[in-house]
């Protein structure tokens, strides 16, 4: 039995959701918004246009954009351990994890796992 055969561990530590479905509702809500931040604005000085950000507004932005990333890598392996427990295989874990074979997606999960190398 590999490390990743074996029964998962809940893990709570600071990057993890509080459960599946608090972790679903926040990506519903992250893809929401980011469906609407693509839309073009309909204001009158038309697309894109409007008053440029200072430069701290636009380095925030990236330091949120930094942690918010930091965040939902945390949360993979837990997705992935649900995913499993619910009678997932590795193959078809592959797709959804943007990777083409079943290897590469449980190396991703042990690469994600607490203590990895």
């Known amino acids: 039995m590999t490390a990743a055969d074996q029964p998962s561990t809940t893990r709570t530590d600071a990057h993890s959701p509080a459960s599946f479905l608090a972790a679903a ?5 992250i893809d929401d918004a980011l469906r609407d931040a693509r839309r073009e604005p309909t204001d009158a000085a038309g697309p894109g246009r409007g008053p440029a950000p200072a430069p701290e507004q636009a380095l925030a932005s990236l330091m ?3 942690q918010v990333r930091e965040q939902l890598a945390g949360w993979e392996t837990g997705l992935i351990e649900t995913a499993r427990d619910a009678g997932a295989s590795w193959a078809d874990l592959a797709a959804p994890l943007g990777v083409a074979s079943r290897q590469a997606a449980e190396r991703r999960y042990l690469r994600g796992r607490p203590g990895a190398a």
């Open 25 to 29: 509702a926040a990506l519903t809500a």
């Open 64 to 66: 949120l954009l930094r």
